[in-house]
T-cell receptor, first 117, second 115 residues
Framework: AQKVTQAQTEISVVEKEDVTLDCVYETRDTTYYLFWYKQPPSGELVFLIRRNSFDEQNEISGRYSWNFQKSTSSFNFTITASQVVDSAVYFCALRPYSGAGSYQLTFGKGTKLSVIP | GAGVSQSPSNKVTEKGKDVELRCDPISGHTALYWYRQSLGQGLEFLIYFQGNSAPDKSGLPSDRFSAERTGGSVSTLTIQRTQQEDSAVYLC?????????????FGSGTQLSVL
């Protein structure tokens, strides 16, 4: 069984502050994919990033960066110099490479980020 | 538009009635997914279609829930004899081929309220 835990239910930051959203996962699979999605108030989940379990290279995309550490089963997401437009609910998700459940994304409960101007 | 389209955007129904929720995926996407989002349970997988067949329907919560997909395109999720616990946002997503590493494209969802 897969499990994704996002311990931070809600976070508030002042604009231009950096913020890190935590994601910890559990799986017995050796090969899997990790994802982050953003859900703005409009409701539509938007893909942000995908990471393979065998690729621990960190990634940076503009103000966004992701830190994947297989040893601690974590895939944390950092927003640098946050902006009001970053306000949304962010979901971390896991999908096995094969086998039962591989058609499904297992989502964390999400972290609601509010960026205050 | 070119995105995943869901209708209706909002549905209010009375307990015991049947409802149908529609999803129109991105043209050419063979994989289609239904998820349910509720305050208590978060985002839950319901069913996966590859073309018109459903290799994984393990997430359907009871036999009151069913889904079909016709012509490899539009999908309908049907809930019979609705209960108050069915109140949630029902999200549809599609992806090009159903690969495990593919990103999903989500619709804006149908907010279902069962009174």
């Amino acid at each position: 069984a897969q499990k994704v835990t996002q311990a931070q239910t809600e976070i508030s930051v002042v604009e231009k502050e950096d913020v890190t959203l935590d994601c910890v996962y559990e799986t017995r699979d050796t090969t899997y994919y990790l994802f982050w999605y953003k859900q703005p108030p409009s409701g539509e989940l938007v893909f942000l990033i995908r990471r393979n379990s065998f690729d621990e290279q960190n990634e940076i995309s503009g103000r966004y960066s992701w830190n994947f550490q297989k040893s601690t089963s974590s895939f944390n997401f950092t927003i640098t110099a946050s902006q009001v437009v970053d306000s949304a609910v962010y979901f971390c998700a896991l999908r096995p490479y094969s086998g039962a459940g591989s058609y499904q994304l297992t989502f964390g409960k999400g972290t609601k980020l509010s960026v205050i101007p | 538009g070119a995105g995943v389209s869901q209708s209706p955007s909002n549905k209010v129904t009375e307990k015991g009635k049947d409802v149908e929720l529609r999803c129109d995926p991105i043209s050419g996407h063979t994989a289609l997914y239904w998820y349910r989002q509720s305050l208590g349970q978060g985002l839950e997988f319901l069913i996966y279609f590859q073309g018109n067949s459903a290799p994984d329907k393990s997430g359907l919560p009871s036999d009151r829930f069913s889904a079909e997909r016709t012509g490899g395109s539009v999908s309908t999720l049907t809930i019979q004899r609705t209960q108050q616990e069915d109140s949630a946002v029902y999200l549809c997503a599609s992806s090009p081929r159903g690969g495990r590493n593919e990103k999903l494209f989500f619709g804006s969802g149908t907010q279902l309220s069962v009174l």
